[in-house]
């Protein structure tokens, strides 16, 4: 099987971390989550590195979790339910707290973890077709290991519609409520992730770690151990509800859920 994440470095000390699921449209598993965790380590011994492009393979970023995976998980002990949550959310915690500058660029759906992921990187740019939801609810779920993120990107009054509806939103919306910082066609993403390295690249290194670490030290969504630890088994325990259940089956079955 391929590796579910990529990554490479190039000679500017650019490195760029792909999730590598395009045949599921990027959905996480525990394979992809421990990737994750794989490239941050190798990343972490590169002396040279000066920032992290973020990408999906294929014509969507990230589609949220894998609920063939979940399926899977949610019949484990509620240790092996903690663990896969725990991992995923240091996963996203790692990623928002990397010392040097990360970029996101994000094509098609990108939905739950996905807008996480998006949440914890320091600049997003997205096609202007792209789409958005935090759709955990829908499944008798809960984001609660990204709320932290999503709290600093868009705020606690945002959260509160959209991870409530779970309804999907454009991406003009998700630039609106700051989830997304600049939006371009499709065409031209590439591009415009050049244009922002280029002015990362052009800024002192040790510089913009202090900036980026003193703006996570007076940020909203504090994510320290306990409240990690407080919201892996919140996130851990849903995971294994009856509604979690009911939520899965009815996507399984692609019908309305019976709540």
């Known amino acids: 099987m391929p590796d579910p994440v990529l990554w490479s470095l190039d000679p500017r000390g650019v490195a760029r971390v792909t999730l590598n699921r395009p045949e599921v449209n990027n959905a996480y598993d525990g394979a992809m989550i421990e990737g994750l965790h794989e490239a941050m380590d190798a990343l972490g011994a590169e002396a040279g590195l000066r920032a992290v492009v973020v990408a999906g393979n294929g014509r969507h970023f990230q589609a949220g979790a894998d609920l063939n995976w979940l399926n899977a998980v949610r019949a484990g002990s509620p240790e092996e339910n903690e663990h896969a949550?725990?991992?995923?959310?240091?996963?996203?915690?790692?990623?928002?707290?990397?010392?040097v500058p990360t970029v996101a660029l994000v094509q098609g759906f990108c939905v739950g973890g996905g807008t996480g992921l998006v949440a914890a990187c320091d600049v997003v740019i997205a096609a202007d077709d792209a789409r958005f939801a935090i759709s955990e609810v829908r499944w008798g779920l809960t984001a609660a290991i990204i709320i932290p993120q999503l709290a600093d990107a868009i705020g606690a009054r945002q959260i509160r519609r959209y991870a409530l509806t779970s309804e999907r939103f454009t991406a003009e919306e998700a630039r609106r409520i700051g989830l997304v910082h600049e939006l371009v066609p499709a065409a031209e993403l590439e591009a415009a992730g050049e244009r922002t390295l280029t002015a990362l690249l052009a800024n002192a290194p040790e510089a913009m770690a202090e900036t980026k670490s003193i703006a996570l030290e007076h940020a909203f969504g504090k994510f320290d151990a306990d409240v990690m630890a407080a919201l892996v088994v919140s996130h851990a325990r849903k995971r294994q509800s009856d509604e979690a259940a009911e939520g899965m089956a009815s996507f399984a079955e692609k019908r309305q859920a019976r709540w």
């Open 85 to 99: 949550s725990r991992r995923t959310a240091e996963a996203v915690d790692r990623l928002n707290r990397l010392a």
